[in-house]
C-alpha cells in the first residue's frame, strides 16, 4: 500500500515545503519512493501476483477496486519511479526545481502513474488514467511558455476525446463480465460478438492511439512538447505514452483478444506509417525538440506496431524498446533542454560548433545519440532487432517498413547532432555540463548498456506475467496465435 | 591458458585498452597512451599467432545467453576456426603496425587519446565481426564498425576548415553503411525464421544436409547478405561514401577503408559460402556488380587528383575484383586477394600519410613532385607498393591478382576482357600517382619544399615491415599448376570453412594457359610502367586542370557525377517529402483538420444559440406549434393508420 | 337519463366553446406585448380548461374533477397574484410592461 500512496502523501507535503528546502525534499522524497519500489522488487517472485488491496466484496456498479502487481507492473513501476527520480536530478540546476508546486505536482503523477501500474479494476484504471492529466496539465500551464494556449488546448482536447472512449468502452465491457475486475474482465467471453468486441477495443485503443501517439492522431504532440518546459516533456514523453502501451499489453490484448483480431492490422499500418512518416518529417525539423517528437512518434509506431502483432517475443521486446525508450527520451530531452538553456534557443540553424567549447556536452551527447538510433550494446539494439524481426515475419512489407528507421534514424539524429555541435562555430560561449547532468548522463547510460548486455534480465521479469495472462483468457485463445 | 580463455582475451584486450585510454587516457603522457593502444592489439596479434599455430578444429567458445526468445535466443558465442583465424591475424597484424604508424601521424593532434581510444574499439568491433560464430555477434560487430568508422571519419570535426566537410563525409558513410545493415538484417530475420538459429556451424550443416529444402530462400537470404556487403565494402551501389571517408586521417583510411572494414562483406560472404553455393543467381549478380564496380572506379581514379582519392577508389577497384572472385565461387581467391590486398593497400596509404605528413597536410598531387630524394624510404616502400597493386611479377598482387584473372578466364573470355582493361586502368593510375609524386620537380613552391622531411621512424618501420610482406605476400598461396605441391596453401589451410563446396582450382586449366596468362598480365603491368614512366617523368606531363580535359577526362574527373545523380534521384525528393508532409500535409490537413472539427461544432452551438431569443413570445410560439404538431401527428397516424 | 342525453347532445358546444375561449388565450399569449393582456389571456385558456373538465365531469356523473376545479381556481388566483407582482417589479426595473423588452436571458 505505502507503495502507492507514498507518492501521494509526500505529494502533498510538498506544496507546503519552503521554497529553499524543496530541491533536496524532492529529490531525496523520490530516492526514498524508489527505494520502497526496489524493496518491493527484492522481495518479489517473478512467478507471483501480489496483491496490493483486495477487498472481497463486490461494491455498488460491479467495482471491486483490486490493486495489485505482477512482473510487467512492476517493472512500470519501477521505471516510473526512477526515472521520476532522474528528471528531479536532471532538473536539479534549474528554477523548476525550487518551485513546490512543480515538485508536488511530479509526485501526483508519480501517484496516478503507479495507481495506473497497480490498477486491477476497469473503472479504477481509467480514475487513474484521467487523474494522470491534471498534473501534467497543471504543469503544462504554470510552468510552459506563456502563449501556449493553443497547444494546451489541443493536448487537453485529444486526451479527453480519448479518454471519454475509454469510459464508454469500459462501461460498454461491463455488460460482458460480472465485474470490472481484472480477473474477469480477461475472461469475458465475446464469442460470436467479435464486432461487439472489436468498437469496444476500438474505444480503448482509441484513448491509447492518441496518448502513444500513432499516425494520425499525433497532431498534439509536436506543439505540446514545444511549448512545455523540459521536465515537462521528459515526463509526457518518458512516462505519459508508456501508460498507453502498458495498457495494450495488460488490458486491451488480454480482455478483448477476440475483437482486436480486426483491428490488429489497421493498428500495424498506421503505426508502420507513424515510422516513416515521422521519421521524414524529422529530417528537416530545425527546432530540436520538435525534431525529438517526431522521433518519438516513428520509435513508438514500431513498438504499437509490435506490441499489435500479439507474440510473446514481440511484447517483450516492445518490453525492452520501452524502457529504452524512456532512457532515450530522458537523455535527448536533456540535450535539448540543456542548449536552450545556455543560448535561450534550440534551431539548429543558430547552432553550430558547441562540442568545441563544450566537449564534455559533445561527447555525451553523442553518446545519446548512438543510443538512441539503437546501436549495438544498448537496449535499442536488441528491441529494435526482435521488433523487426517479428514485423517481418508477420509480413515483409512492415518488415521492411520498420527496418526503414534504421536508415532513416541515422538521418535525422545525426543531422541534429551534427548540425548542433559541429560545423561552423557560430557559438562560442557555452557552458559545459553540471554535476547532475554528468550524472544523468552516465546513469542513463549504464542502463542503456546494461538492458543492452543483458536484457535477459527484462524478459525474465515480465515473461511470467505475460503467461499468468494467457491462462487466464479463455481456454484455446493463446497470446502467440 | 586454454584456448577458450586465449580467444576471450584476444578479443577483449582491444577493449580493455580503448577503457583504459578513454577514460584516462587525457591525463596520461602521449607515448604511454600510443604505446599501450599498439601494445594491447600486438598482444592480441601475438595470441592470435599461438592459437593459429595450435589450430586443429572448429571451436565454439560460449561466452553467455544475451537474450532468450520465444522461437530462438541471441548468443555470444564465439568460433576458431581457420577463417576466423586468419581474418584475425590480418586485422591484428596490420592494425597493429597501423597503430605504430599513427603514434608518430598523430603525435601533433590534441585528440590523441580520443584517436587511439576509438582505433582500439575498432579493433575490437572488428575482432567480434570475424570471430563470432553466429549472424548477431557478427551484427554486433558489423555496426561497431560502422560506428567506429563513422568517428574516426569525421575525427577532425573541429578543423576549421575542413570540419564541416569530415562530418558530413562521415555521416554519409554511416548512413550508407546502415541502408547494407539493414540488409543484413533482413537476411538474419529470413534465416531466424528459416533455420530457427544463426550459427554458421549449424546453419551450414542443415543447408548442406539437405540442399534441394533451401534452395529458394537461399536466393533471397544471399541477395540480402550481399546488400550488406555492397555497403560496407563499398561496391556499386553504395560506394560513393567509401572515397568520401577519405576525410578521415590517413592511419584510418588504411585501417579501416582498405585493410579491414571494408573487407568484412567479403568475410560475410565467405563465410556464408554455403547459402551462396546454393544460389547461382546471386552469384552472377555478385559477378556483374563486381565486374561493374572494379571498372568505374578504375576509370574514375585515373582522374583524381587528390592523392587519397585515388587510393580510395583504387580500394573500390580491388574490392570490386575480390567480388568477382566470389561471384565465380572462388572463396579462397577472395581470400587471398584480401590478405595481399590489406598488405599492399595499407602500405600505399601509410606511404601517401607519410607524403601527407611530409607536405604539411597537402594532398594534391599537382603540388608535389620529385619527392624521391626528400622521403627516401617512404619513396622506396611506396614504389614496391605500387609495384605489387599494378601486378608486377611475382610480387603479391601480381600472383593473387592471377588467380582471379585464371578463374575468370576459365568461366569467360568476356569477362576476362573486362577485366583485364581494368587491370591496365589500375596500373596507369597507380604509376600516374607514383610518377606524379616522387618524380619530376617540385611543384609546390620553395617555402613548403624546406618544410618536407623524412617521416620518424614509427612511421616507417610499418612502412618497411608492409613492404617486405606486400614483395613477399605471394608466398602464401602460389599457384598450384606451377609450384604444384608447395602451392596453394592458405588456399588448403582455409579448405576446411567452405564445406566442400569450393574449388581451388579452375577446371582444366593447363599449366601453360596457366602461365600464359601470367604472362600477358606481366607484359601489361610492364608497358604500362613504361609509357607511365615516358608520359609523366620525360615529357613531365602534370595533371591537366579542369578547363583542358576531353569529355571522357571530365567523366573520370567528375566521379561519373555519380554523387550528382543520387543527391537528385534519392536526396533530394526525400528532402522535398519532409518540407512538403510538415508544411502541407501536417499543418494543413491533420492540424487543421482538428480545427476545423473544433470550429464546427462551435459554429452549429452559434447557430442554435440564435434560437434563444429571450422573446417569451417566440418561445411560447414554438412550444404551441410543438403541441399543434404532436396533437396533428396522433390525429393523422389514428385517422389513416388504423 | 334525459338530462344526460341533453347534456350530450350539446357536449359538443361546451367544447367548442372551451377549444374557442382556449384558442383566443393562445393566440392572445403568442401575438400580444401587454404583459397585463398576457396574464389575462393565460387566465383564460386556464378557465377554457376548466369548463372543459367541469362539462366532463358532468357527462360522466363523477363529481371529483369539479373539486379539481375549484383547487385550480385558486392556484391560478395565487398565480395572478404573483405574476401581477412580478409584473410591478418590472415595471419599477424598466419603466415598461411589454413582454419585448424583457429578452436578457436571450443566448
Not at chain 1, 528546502?21 to 522524497?29: I, N, T
Amino acid at each position: 500500500m505505502e507503495l502507492i500512496f507514498l507518492p501521494l502523501i509526500l505529494g502533498i507535503i510538498a506544496f507546503f515545503v519552503p521554497t529553499k528546502w524543496v530541491r533536496p525534499f524532492g529529490l531525496l522524497a523520490s530516492i526514498s519512493i524508489l527505494a520502497v519500489s526496489i524493496v518491493h522488487l527484492i522481495n518479489f517472485n517473478t512467478s507471483d501476483y501480489v496483491m496490493l488491496f483486495n477487498p472481497a466484496e463486490i461494491f455498488p456498479l460491479g467495482l471491486t477496486f483490486k490493486m495489485g502487481y505482477d512482473g510487467l507492473a512492476l517493472v512500470m513501476v519501477l521505471l516510473t519511479n526512477a526515472v521520476i527520480s532522474i528528471i528531479l536530478l536532471a532538473n536539479w540546476n534549474r528554477e523548476i526545481s525550487s518551485n513546490a508546486r512543480f515538485t508536488g505536482l511530479t509526485f501526483l503523477m508519480q501517484f496516478a502513474l503507479i495507481g495506473l501500474f497497480t490498477s486491477l479494476d476497469g473503472i479504477l484504471f481509467y480514475t487513474f488514467w484521467e487523474l494522470a492529466l491534471i498534473p501534467i496539465f497543471l504543469i503544462l500551464y504554470w510552468f510552459g511558455k506563456q502563449d501556449n494556449n493553443r497547444a494546451l488546448f489541443k493536448f487537453f482536447l485529444y486526451t479527453l476525446l480519448g479518454s471519454l472512449m475509454m469510459l464508454l468502452s469500459f462501461i460498454a465491457l461491463g455488460y460482458f463480465a460480472p465485474n470490472y475486475s481484472y480477473f474477469q474482465l480477461v475472461q469475458a467471453n465475446f464469442v460470436g460478438k467479435e464486432v461487439a468486441a472489436a468498437l469496444i477495443m476500438g474505444g480503448i485503443l482509441f484513448a491509447f492511439a492518441v496518448k502513444i501517439p500513432l499516425f494520425p492522431f499525433h497532431t498534439w504532440q509536436a506543439p505540446t512538447y514545444t511549448n512545455a518546459p523540459m521536465a515537462g516533456t521528459m515526463l509526457l514523453s518518458a512516462l505519459m505514452l508508456k501508460m498507453a502501451l502498458y495498457g495494450m499489453i495488460k488490458w486491451m490484448i488480454p480482455i478483448g483478444f477476440e475483437g482486436l483480431v480486426y483491428l490488429k492490422w489497421p493498428v500495424i499500418t498506421l503505426g508502420g506509417i507513424g515510422i516513416v512518416y515521422g521519421a521524414i518529417i524529422a529530417m528537416k525539423q530545425k527546432d530540436l525538440k520538435t525534431l525529438f517528437a517526431y522521433a518519438s512518434i516513428s520509435h513508438l509506431g514500431l513498438i504499437a506496431a509490435g506490441i499489435m502483432l500479439f507474440t510473446v517475443s514481440a511484447i517483450e521486446a516492445s518490453m525492452i524498446q520501452i524502457i529504452n525508450h524512456s532512457i532515450v527520451a530522458v537523455a535527448l530531452f536533456l540535450c535539448a533542454g540543456i542548449i536552450e538553456d545556455r543560448l535561450n534557443t534550440r534551431n539548429i540553424d543558430d547552432l553550430g560548433g558547441i562540442a568545441k567549447v563544450a566537449p564534455h556536452f559533445g561527447f555525451w551527447f553523442a553518446v545519446m545519440t548512438f543510443i538512441s538510433v539503437s546501436v549495438p550494446f544498448t537496449a535499442g539494439f536488441i528491441g529494435e532487432f526482435v521488433l523487426i524481426k517479428e514485423l517481418f515475419t508477420a509480413h515483409w512489407v512492415i518488415g521492411i517498413t520498420a527496418a526503414s528507421t534504421l536508415v532513416f534514424g541515422a538521418v535525422y539524429m545525426l543531422r541534429a547532432y551534427q548540425g548542433s555541435m559541429f560545423g561552423p562555430s557560430k557559438v562560442t560561449v557555452f557552458a559545459d555540463l553540471k554535476w547532475n547532468e554528468y550524472l544523468v548522463f552516465a546513469l542513463l547510460t549504464l542502463a542503456a548498456i546494461g538492458f543492452g548486455l543483458y536484457p535477459q534480465i527484462i524478459i525474465d521479469f515480465i515473461k511470467p506475467s505475460i503467461q499468468f495472462t494467457q491462462e487466464l483468457m479463455s481456454g484455446d485463445l493463446t497470446l502467440t496465435k | 591458458m586454454g584456448k577458450d580463455l586465449l580467444l576471450l582475451t584476444l578479443i577483449s584486450l582491444p577493449l580493455i585498452g580503448a577503457a583504459i585510454n578513454g577514460i584516462l587516457g587525457k591525463r596520461m603522457p602521449k607515448l604511454i597512451v600510443g604505446s599501450l593502444a599498439t601494445m594491447m592489439v600486438f598482444v592480441s596479434f601475438l595470441i592470435g599467432l599461438t592459437l593459429f599455430t595450435g589450430l586443429d578444429k572448429t571451436t565454439i567458445v560460449h561466452l553467455f545467453q544475451v537474450a532468450k526468445f520465444e522461437d530462438f535466443t541471441l548468443d555470444a558465442n564465439f568460433q576458431l576456426d581457420s577463417l576466423s583465424i586468419w581474418m584475425t591475424l590480418i586485422i591484428t597484424g596490420i592494425g597493429s603496425l597501423i597503430h605504430l604508424f599513427s603514434m608518430g601521424y598523430m603525435s601533433h593532434d590534441e585528440g590523441y587519446h580520443k584517436f587511439f581510444t576509438y582505433l582500439n574499439l575498432f579493433i575490437f568491433s572488428m575482432l567480434l565481426l570475424v570471430l563470432g560464430s553466429n549472424y548477431f555477434v557478427l551484427f554486433f560487430g558489423w555496426e561497431g564498425v560502422g560506428i567506429c568508422s563513422y568517428l574516426l571519419i569525421g575525427f577532425h570535426y573541429n578543423d576549421a576548415e575542413k570540419g564541416l566537410a569530415n562530418s558530413l563525409a562521415a555521416r554519409k558513410a554511416f548512413i550508407m553503411n546502415r541502408i547494407g545493415d539493414a540488409g543484413l538484417l533482413f537476411a538474419l530475420f529470413m534465416m531466424l525464421n528459416h533455420f530457427h538459429t544463426l550459427e554458421f556451424v549449424e546453419i551450414g550443416k542443415m543447408v548442406t544436409a539437405s540442399p534441394e529444402l533451401y534452395t529458394g530462400i537461399a536466393g533471397a537470404i544471399t541477395l540480402c547478405l550481399f546488400l550488406a556487403a555492397t555497403g560496407k565494402s563499398a561496391q556499386i551501389p553504395l560506394f560513393t561514401w567509401l572515397p568520401d571517408a577519405m576525410a578521415g586521417p590517413t592511419p584510418v583510411s588504411a585501417l579501416i577503408h582498405a585493410a579491414t572494414m571494408v573487407t568484412a562483406g567479403i568475410y560475410l560472404t565467405v563465410r556464408s559460402n554455403f547459402l551462396f553455393e546454393l544460389a547461382p543467381t546471386t552469384k552472377d549478380i555478385i559477378l556483374v556488380i563486381g565486374i561493374a564496380t572494379t571498372v568505374v572506379a578504375a576509370f574514375i581514379a585515373m582522374r583524381q587528383n587528390d592523392i587519397k582519392k585515388v587510393l580510395a577508389y583504387s580500394t573500390v577497384s580491388q574490392l570490386g575484383l575480390m567480388f568477382v572472385a566470389l561471384g565465380m565461387g572462388a572463396y579462397t581467391v577472395a581470400l587471398f586477394h584480401v590478405t595481399t590486398h590489406a598488405f599492399f593497400k595499407a602500405l600505399l596509404f601509410l606511404g601517401s600519410g607519410s607524403v601527407i605528413h611530409a607536405m604539411s597536410d597537402e594532398q594534391d598531387i599537382r603540388k608535389m613532385g620529385g619527392l624521391s630524394k626528400l622521403t627516401p624510404i617512404t619513396h622506396i616502400t611506396f614504389l614496391i607498393g605500387t609495384l605489387a597493386i599494378a601486378g608486377f611479377p611475382f610480387l603479391s598482387g601480381f600472383f593473387s591478382k592471377d588467380e582471379i584473372l585464371a578463374h575468370a578466364w576459365m568461366s569467360s573470355p568476356i569477362v576476362y576482357g573486362i577485366l583485364m582493361i581494368a587491370v591496365t586502368m589500375t596500373a596507369i593510375y597507380m604509376f600516374r600517382l607514383y610518377f606524379l609524386v616522387f618524380h619530376g620537380s617540385f611543384r609546390g613552391g620553395e617555402k613548403l619544399k624546406s618544410h618536407v622531411h623524412e617521416s620518424g621512424l614509427s612511421m616507417t618501420i610499418p612502412l618497411m615491415v608492409l613492404a617486405v610482406l606486400s614483395v613477399f605476400g605471394g608466398i602464401l598461396n602460389l599457384p598450384g599448376i606451377v609450384f604444384h605441391d608447395a602451392g596453394h596453401w592458405m588456399s588448403h589451410f582455409l579448405e576446411s570453412t567452405t564445406y566442400g563446396l569450393n574449388q581451388i582450382e579452375p577446371e582444366h586449366m593447363d599449366g601453360n594457359q596457366s602461365i600464359i596468362l601470367m604472362c600477358i598480365a606481366s607484359a601489361v603491368a610492364l608497358s604500362v610502367m613504361t609509357w607511365a614512366y615516358i608520359t609523366y617523368v620525360k615529357k613531365q606531363a602534370v595533371a591537366k586542370e579542369d578547363a583542358d580535359m576531353n569529355a571522357w577526362e571530365k567523366l573520370s574527373s567528375n566521379k561519373l557525377y555519380i554523387d550528382e545523380i543520387y543527391q537528385t534521384i534519392f536526396v533530394q525528393p526525400i528532402l522535398w517529402l519532409s518540407t512538403t508532409l510538415a508544411s502541407q500535409f501536417e499543418q494543413r490537413v491533420l492540424n487543421n483538420g482538428i480545427f476545423r472539427l473544433t470550429s464546427a461544432i462551435e459554429a452549429s452551438g452559434n447557430y442554435t444559440r440564435k434560437w434563444q431569443s429571450g422573446f417569451l413570445s417566440s418561445y411560447l410560439f414554438w412550444m404551441v406549434m410543438g403541441i399543434i404538431g404532436f396533437i396533428s401527428y396522433y390525429i393523422i397516424k389514428s385517422t389513416f393508420w388504423n | 337519463m334525459e338530462q344526460l342525453n341533453n347534456i350530450g347532445a350539446s357536449l359538443d358546444f361546451y367544447i367548442f366553446v372551451s377549444i374557442a375561449l382556449f384558442s383566443i388565450g393562445a393566440i392572445g399569449v403568442l401575438t400580444r406585448k401587454n404583459m397585463i393582456v398576457l396574464l389575462m389571456c393565460i387566465e383564460l385558456m386556464l378557465n377554457a380548461v376548466n369548463l372543459l373538465l367541469v362539462t366532463f365531469s358532468t357527462f360522466f356523473g363523477n363529481g371529483e374533477a369539479q373539486i379539481f376545479v375549484f383547487f385550480i381556481i385558486v392556484v391560478a388566483a395565487a398565480e395572478a397574484t404573483i405574476g401581477l407582482s412580478i409584473l410591478i417589479m418590472a415595471y419599477r426595473n424598466s419603466k415598461s410592461i411589454d413582454i419585448e423588452m424583457f429578452h436578457k436571458l436571450n443566448g
